[in-house]
């Protein structure tokens, strides 16, 4: 199974930039798709974006759209999620996800989850 490791996250004034990113364990990287999805406090976790496979294939949500840029790295085993001009409404646990074959907007279709990354955007 798939381990998956975030990092980047932190405290950024509204306007501002942040860049997650997150590792993975073993040598089938290329074989998953890629997904960022986000919990608020009191709220359900949500989709963000997802990668395919090679990278060819992008998705986000509306709310994000323009302003956060997903991305990633086979050789390196890694997927990014650049977020710039982040506003308050932005804050959550920004978690990355995988799954085998074609990607997917919902959450039960992920098999492997890191252990999430705090973003806090003040106003």
């Known amino acids: 199974q798939e381990q998956l490791v975030e990092s980047g996250g932190g405290l950024v004034q509204a306007g501002g930039s942040l860049r997650l990113s997150c590792a993975a364990s073993?040598?089938?990287?290329?074989?998953?798709?890629m997904a960022w999805f986000r919990q608020a406090p009191g709220k359900e976790r949500e989709f963000v974006a997802h990668?395919?496979?090679?990278?060819?294939?992008?998705y986000y949500t509306d709310s994000v759209k323009g302003r956060f840029t997903i991305s990633r790295d086979n050789a390196k085993n890694t997927v990014a999620l650049q977020m710039n001009s982040l506003k308050p409404e932005d804050t959550a646990v920004y978690y990355c996800?995988?799954?085998?074959?074609?990607?997917?907007?919902?959450?039960?279709?992920?098999?492997?989850w890191g252990q999430g990354a705090q973003v806090t955007v003040s106003s």
């Open positions: 996800a995988s799954r085998r074959g074609g990607t997917s907007r919902q959450p039960g279709d992920y098999d492997n």
């Open positions: 990668i395919s496979w090679n990278g060819g294939v992008t």
């Open positions: 073993g040598r089938a990287f290329s074989n998953y798709a």
